[in-house]
């Protein structure tokens, strides 16, 4: 069997990738010769052998042939790779270890450790490394010899006994996942050995480096006799770093030379909008959101307070050990300010189940875990949730390691602080004393204290007698849900009740007084309408901006294991600690906390979090990270195409105080960032993926950035930095498949319409349906890195929604605007100028003016349509008498806004 | 477009990843016609969209009764609650009870409905669906169906993505990334509903963590089907072809200039979606049905005439080649009242229901489309007051629920499993959601523990780590 190096990801991919080459090859021969390709069967063995690679470029090249060479080699007996970690180790986990493991040693062997299994059991040695047939664990399996087949009673496929030979051949390595007896292990992945800084290698083309990122892919290029592509054009490079680092187009003349580059990017990074275009991609980690997700998906008015956060803390160039200190123990921090708690509603981002009927013990603990599994992904870049059931399957984390990890977030409280921005404070202390004496008012006319009170009394008898009155249960047990921290506060007297508390609780009771009582009894209280004089007294107050934020708990809570990750099943105590595969943590009291967390997720020990961090850095400017899969580092990630630089950006990051500003310019002003993204003709077969990094990528615009471009484009965006979420306008019905249809969307008056997407209202359950289609996920779970994909509900989306064409309707007005008597040909150099930066190419100029001419035709024989498309007045433009020459604009500006290269950033 | 380019397209790890849909075929097919090449009608794509062994059924059409029906008002009669009717159980009866709202003290609640044995097998359904008594020997009824979960949105989340979490890919995504789409202008998988949204919202057609090109697309009741889908007021579909005219000449240009094939996979798109443009309004457009056809779904009557409306719009997506059509009706959940809302809601889905599996069958289609009818859970025989002066309800049960099948490769007029004469839970061959996944996959002929996707390093599947091919189930 051939083995190729593993450039192209996984054998199994390979073998999936060949499979669908080989079908469309057969379509290709079918339909060039009419002749059938009869390897079919090839094909499907291809996909279904994780074990067999192919090289498809070879394949490519040569298809009648090589298909015949492939089949040919599939005879010759086949001595394929075998993953100890992905392959094996798994299935000695599944099948043997619960036997022959730690709790239990059937007939003294032990198969959970390289030492005890290459030792063996009562029956002499059970591997026999490069000999499986001379091997009893392979017999065993293989229940030859007349030996009893292992396991009892069911029998491994006879693939998988296959890859226990294989291995066993190949000379049994257990890898570096040896775990000694006390289940601590080996860090040998490459993730779990410290950062050190290597060397900036020696490089030939020296001229070409600009900073130590450039010797290290020089240096691999160089290996390769691979030279590096040329620098991108102005224009190219101009729209490129604008878009990547402040997610806005160039303004337009900006012109950029080399000279001035450097200052440029420093520039840029100054913006104020870097903080918002940065701030996405932390948010798709964190999985922010404005509503709770769930059935109710209530929303979450004051959520938007923690974004404002991060984009202020990204726009500062907050530390990175302090942006993580903040978000992890901003509570803890001793002498804390209120920014610090603001942090915190990073733990505020995970789920809330509001659903009638729950338990809330049950969601408590789902949230407990979320936020384990959130900090397990976003930091340390491991999918640690893997180990709630059972000990991880590949990664050396174990159930009991969960569980530690889990306790440092399993005795959060959560609470909802007033978190004031500069100016707000005056006019709520102004306006409060009038607040209240108006709430008294309609307390009073309504009667509210005299049915409140026995309400309150029954409501606490029914919490200490469930099941007699099923209303009163029901109502106790939904006032836990439907009003946070609700059952506390009825709990506590009214008098020693915040203000806020009394306000929550007493607005809750006028709307749910109709639970336990007659439908004309609820009628007869008025409560509607004291209800509507409450809101309508509430939107009326300047109140302080509020944040969502954590605190301890106080009353402290023992965590368990829990087995099999059930929420009611606890098995033993278990004390906060980190993964014991990683460095140990330092603790300030008798046990870790939070903030003893916090300093180890960025001590200069961690392997992880630096590496992790500046590899998302890195995805967002080359597409892909220098580790591919930035959402895992464990031992099913891919191994980084360049460690050396990897290991580098890392230390540097350490060593420049976590300056994250630092990272982005060693990126955005080095040589191999700045390379043209042209595809090249002698990197096809050798490096399709552009691992080595020979040139930039074209990428699609995220979400977001397309959004804000065309906006800046047309005119229309409002700027404006930071605040609470809007709602542009959504076509109606989209809020329908809501649960209940209960999702409101009431569009946002004015400029509100066009601010920058990143402050959209983003719906868990309904999310606003541009976002959704361009692959901005449901922020349910923690997002490493965005798909981009190209869908044909993203062309009717660019074409045809109105927010769109009204943005084209927007371009067109200014292009005449600024324009008001110059020629079809100065306008569209202003167009392009605006949305591409760059002037049109004299062919394009043709197809445009051919279409502005067809256009025009169409639109003469119906002017009301042509009014539809341009609905303003423009001040002297001489062809105004024309709606047509307008509405052709219009056409022209919308094409522009869907050009392929509008859409992707070069 | 040259071979080189083609070939890049095959190369592109991102693209290959998505191709499993038939945007990508038809993005394939695109790319190999604008070579030269004369293609036949795409089916599925190699290699990902493909059947793991032959499948029983090609379509999937899920009539999804959000919120939880009444099992045992509707598909499993139980007489024995007669005996304990207005009384609470006694305690070690309902030891093993999970419930959302009451306690175990509740009272039993018999059923008042009158349950006939139907056609030829007898098998007993409710007097509340008298249609569908008419189908009984199409369908395949499991009276044995159990779920891990008590709440709706959790439930609905198990049953459609096999995890009470957010966040994972759904059925329909899973068939279409698996088995792609045989459209050339429609979604692979779509979405209808009666107008009331479910508790899961739209992570109950969700992509997950898979591309969101396998996610449903939602057609709506009102406005565009499909959003987006006409032009801009005052755009005429000359204007609309003109301008994709000419977007196509300038990219063109750019595929040229830079050979990114992703250029030639987005001119495709717009194509298609130009082509959606008028295949979706197409669909809406019954006047090709007969006036029969139209009557037996109850089109043009009420209260049947939405759900009416999409059932046969199901089908019409069917015939044209999409994978998998969700139909979500919601909501079932009688807390209170429930006798008269269960009429309700028989009254709007019992018919078009019935029609459609008819219809299938007639046109010699059901046999290789499934029909799938059920909720997220079943209820209790415990009876619920919420509110004072309330008709009595029915609370959450998840323990053994009834779901029916049709087609696709299921034993017509078969029942398959039991509860317990008190409907407290199943006792004769209990299925559990991750089994029925894992038949709905068989009968589409995937194998539920080899479709996989790999996220943050591990594969994931449908059914999670369980799931086994229910084979009482299959013809």
Redesign the interface.
């Given at each position: 069997m051939i083995c190729f190096p593993n450039l192209?990801?996984d054998c199994r991919?390979i073998g999936?990738?060949a499979?669908?080459?080989?079908?469309?090859l057969?379509?290709?021969t079918r339909?060039?010769s009419g002749v059938r390709v009869p390897s079919i069967q090839v094909?499907a063995r291809i996909?279904l052998d994780r074990s067999q690679g192919v090289r498809?470029?070879t394949l490519?090249r040569r298809p009648a042939l090589v298909l015949g060479a492939l089949s040919v080699s599939w005879i010759c007996p086949a001595q394929a790779e075998v993953s100890f970690a992905e392959q094996v180790q798994p299935l000695l986990r599944q099948h043997c270890v619960i036997c022959h493991g730690e709790a239990l040693q059937q007939n003294g062997l032990r198969l959970d450790g390289s030492e005890a299994a290459m030792r063996g059991g009562n029956s002499g040695p059970a591997i026999e490394p490069g000999n499986a047939a001379g091997s009893l664990l392979f017999k065993r399996l293989q229940g030859s010899e007349g030996l009893q087949q292992m396991p009892p009673g069911r029998s491994l496929a006879p693939a998988e006994i296959e890859t226990f030979r294989a291995w066993i051949d190949a000379g049994a390595e257990w890898e570096a996942r040896s775990e000694t007896s006390d289940g601590t292990a080996d860090p040998g992945h490459w993730a779990f050995r410290p950062v050190r800084r290597p060397p900036v290698p020696a490089v030939v083309g020296t001229h070409w480096v600009r900073n130590p990122i450039d010797s290290f892919v020089l240096a691999r290029l160089e290996r390769e006799g691979i030279a590096p592509s040329p620098q991108a054009s102005d224009q190219v490079l101009a729209r490129r770093v604008f878009l990547d680092t402040t997610g806005l187009p160039p303004d337009p003349g900006q012109v950029v030379t080399t000279a001035d580059y450097d200052a440029l990017v420093d520039r840029l990074l100054e913006s104020e909008h870097f903080g918002e275009r940065w701030a996405s991609a932390w948010l798709d980690q964190v999985r922010y959101a404005d509503s709770d997700?769930?059935?109710k998906?209530s929303v979450r008015p004051h959520a938007w307070r923690y974004r404002h956060w991060v984009i202020d803390a990204i726009n500062s160039d907050m530390p990175f050990d302090r942006f993580t200190r903040d978000q992890i123990a901003g509570d803890l921090v001793p002498g804390g300010t209120t920014e610090e708690r603001v942090a915190t509603g990073f733990y505020r981002n995970t789920?809330k189940?509001r659903?009638?009927?729950?338990n809330v013990e049950e969601f408590r603990f789902?949230e407990a875990l979320d936020r384990t599994n959130t900090v397990g992904?976003v930091w340390l870049g491991l999918?640690v949730e893997?180990a709630r059931c059972h000990d991880h399957?590949?990664?050396p984390i174990t159930q009991k390691d969960y569980y530690r990890l889990f306790s440092f977030f399993n005795a959060l409280d959560e609470i909802d602080i007033d978190a004031p921005l500069p100016g707000e404070i005056g006019p709520f202390l102004r306006s409060k004393p009038h607040f209240d004496r108006k709430l008294e008012d309609i307390y009073a006319r309504y009667d509210v204290p005299r049915l409140m009170g026995p309400w309150t009394e029954k409501m606490l008898w029914a919490s200490e007698n469930?099941?007699v009155e099923?209303?009163w249960?029901?109502t106790w047990?939904i006032l836990a849900l439907y009003l946070d921290d609700g059952q506390r506060i009825l709990r506590t007297p009214p008098s020693e009740r915040d203000w806020r508390e009394d306000l929550a609780l007493t607005e809750w009771f006028l709307r749910n007084y109709?639970?336990?009582?007659?439908?004309e009894d609820y009628e007869a209280t008025g409560f509607k309408d004291a209800v509507k004089e409450v809101h309508t007294l509430i939107d009326g107050f300047p109140d302080v901006s509020r944040a969502r934020a954590i605190q301890p708990y106080a009353g402290g809570r023992q965590s368990h294991v829990h087995p099999d990750g059930k929420w009611d099943e606890t098995a033993e105590e278990v004390a906060s600690a980190t993964p014991a595969v990683l460095p140990s943590i330092e603790s300030s009291g008798a046990e870790p906390d939070r903030l003893d967390l916090a300093r180890w997720l960025v001590s200069r020990e961690n392997p992880l979090t630096a590496r992790v961090t500046v590899n998302r850095i890195w995805q967002e400017y080359f597409g892909t990270g220098l580790v591919a899969?930035s959402?895992?580092f464990?031992?099913?990630?891919e191994a980084p195409s360049h460690p050396e630089l990897l290991d580098w950006l890392a230390a540097e990051f350490i060593d420049s105080g976590w300056r994250m500003k630092h990272v982005h310019r060693l990126i955005a002003t080095s040589a191999t960032y700045r390379q043209s993204?042209?595809?090249r003709?002698d990197l096809?077969d050798r490096d399709?993926?552009n691992r080595l990094l020979a040139r930039q990528v074209?990428l699609?615009l995220p979400a977001e950035t397309l959004r804000d471009s065309a906006l800046a484009v047309s005119g229309l965006l409002d700027p404006k930095v930071g605040g609470p979420s809007v709602r542009p306008y959504q076509?109606?019905?989209?809020?329908?498949?809501?649960?209940?249809?209960?999702v409101k969307w009431s569009e946002s008056a004015g400029s509100d319409r066009y601010r920058r997407g990143v402050y959209i209202h983003f719906q868990?359950?309904?999310?606003y349906?541009f976002l959704?289609?361009f692959?901005l996920?449901?922020r349910?779970?923690a997002e490493c890195s965005r798909?981009?994909?190209?869908?044909?509900?993203?062309?009717?989306?660019l074409?045809?929604?109105?927010v769109f064409?009204e943005m084209a309707q927007g371009l067109a007005f200014r292009v005449l605007a600024e324009m008001p008597s110059q020629s079809f040909d100065r306008r569209l150099d202003r167009a392009f100028s605006l949305c591409l930066a760059r002037g049109p190419?004299e062919?394009?100029r043709g197809?445009?003016l051919?279409?502005f001419v067809?256009?025009r035709a169409?639109?003469e024989q119906?002017e009301?349509?042509?009014?539809?498309?341009f609905p303003f007045e423009t001040e002297g433009i001489p062809e105004r008498s024309d709606p047509t020459v307008a509405a052709g604009w219009v056409?022209i500006s919308?094409?522009l806004l869907?050009?392929?290269?509008f859409?992707?950033r070069? | 477009m040259n071979f080189?380019t083609y070939?890049?397209v095959?190369?592109?790890?991102?693209?290959?990843d998505?191709?499993a849909a038939g945007?990508g075929t038809i993005?394939?097919a695109q790319l190999?016609a604008a070579d030269g090449?004369?293609?036949?009608t795409p089916t599925a794509?190699?290699?990902?969209g493909?059947p793991h062994f032959a499948p029983r059924a090609k379509n999937l059409i899920f009539l999804f009764m959000a919120g939880a029906p009444s099992q045992m008002d509707l598909f499993d009669p139980k007489p024995g609650l007669r005996r304990w009717h207005g009384e609470p159980l006694p305690p070690s009866m309902t030891s093993d009870l999970k419930?959302?709202?009451?306690?175990?003290?509740?009272k039993v609640l018999a059923s008042p409905r009158e349950f006939s044995r139907c056609g030829q097998s007898g098998m007993e359904i409710s007097d509340y669906l008298p249609n569908l008594q008419r189908q009984a020997d199409d369908i395949c009824m499991i009276r044995s169906m159990q779920t891990d979960q008590?709440?709706?949105?959790?439930g609905q989340s198990m049953l459609m993505s096999g995890s009470p979490?957010?966040?994972r890919p759904t059925m329909g995504a899973w068939l279409t990334y698996g088995l792609g789409s045989e459209s050339q202008s429609l979604?692979g998988f779509v979405?209808l509903?009666s107008?009331?949204?479910?508790?899961?919202?739209?992570?109950n057609f969700?992509s997950g963590?898979l591309?969101?090109?396998f996610?449903g697309?939602?057609f709506?009741?009102?406005?565009?089907p499909?959003?987006?889908?006409?032009?801009?007021?005052?755009?005429?579909r000359?204007?609309?072809r003109?301008?994709l005219e000419?977007?196509r000449?300038?990219?063109d240009?750019?595929?040229r200039?830079?050979?990114?094939a992703?250029?030639a996979?987005?001119?495709a798109?717009?194509e298609?979606?130009f082509r959606?443009?008028s295949a979706a309004p197409e669909l809406l457009d019954f006047s090709d049905e007969s006036k029969s056809t139209r009557d037996s779904y109850g089109i043009g009557q009420e209260p049947t005439n939405a759900y009416g409306t999409n059932c046969l719009m199901a089908r019409r997506m069917v015939e044209r080649g999409v994978r998998v059509v969700m139909l979500?009706h919601?909501?079932w959940d009688d807390h209170t009242n429930l006798d008269e809302g269960l009429k309700k809601n028989c009254d709007i889905t019992d018919k078009p229901a019935a029609a459609l599996v008819a219809d299938l069958k007639q046109r010699g289609m059901l046999d290789e489309t499934l029909v799938v009818w059920g909720g997220e859970f079943g209820r209790t025989s415990l009876g619920?007051?919420?509110?004072?002066?309330d008709k009595v309800g029915r609370?959450?049960h998840p323990n053994g629920f009834s779901m029916w099948l049709a087609g696709g490769g299921t034993k017509g007029g078969h029942v398959v499993g039991s509860t317990d004469e008190l409907a407290l839970k199943a006792v004769e061959n209990p299925v559990h959601v991750h089994d029925l996944q894992a038949t709905i996959l068989h009968l589409m002929g995937l194998d539920h523990e080899r479709l996989t996707y790999?996220?943050?390093?591990?594969d994931f599947r449908l059914t999670d780590v369980s799931g086994r091919i229910v084979d009482d189930i299959l013809a």
């Open positions: 192209f990801g991919t999936r990738r499979m669908r080459l080989l079908g469309l057969q379509r290709r339909a060039a094909s996909g498809e470029n490519m997700g769930y059935e998906d789920l189940n659903e009638g009927g729950v789902e992904t999918s893997c399957k590949y990664d469930p099941g099923h209303e249960d029901t047990d109709s639970r336990v009582t007659s439908k899969t959402d895992n464990g031992l099913r990630g993204s042209v595809p003709d096809r399709p993926s074209r699609r076509p109606e019905g989209v809020t329908d498949l809501s649960y209940g249809s209960s868990r359950s309904t999310p349906p959704a289609n692959d996920q449901e349910n779970v798909g981009r994909s190209n869908t044909p509900l993203q062309a009717l989306n074409l045809n929604d109105p064409f190419s062919s394009e197809t445009m051919d279409y067809r256009q169409l639109l119906d009301e349509s042509a009014r539809a498309w056409g919308r094409i869907n050009m392929d290269e859409i992707t070069e | 080189e070939r890049s095959l190369t592109r790890r991102s693209f290959l998505r191709c945007i993005g394939l190999m090449l004369t293609v036949a794509p190699e290699g990902a493909r419930l959302a709202f009451i306690k175990p003290t509740a008590v709440n709706h949105h959790p979490l957010a966040g979604p979405v509903s107008g009331r949204g479910a508790s899961g919202g739209s992570s969700s963590f591309p969101s090109t996610a697309v939602p709506r009741g009102s406005g565009d499909i959003l987006y889908l006409s032009n801009p007021s005052g755009v005429s000359e204007s609309q003109l301008t000419t977007l000449r300038l990219n240009e750019k595929l200039d830079s050979g990114d992703e250029v996979s987005r001119m798109n717009y298609l979606a959606m443009q979500i919601a909501s619920q007051l919420k509110h004072v002066g609370d959450h790999r996220h943050m390093g591990r």
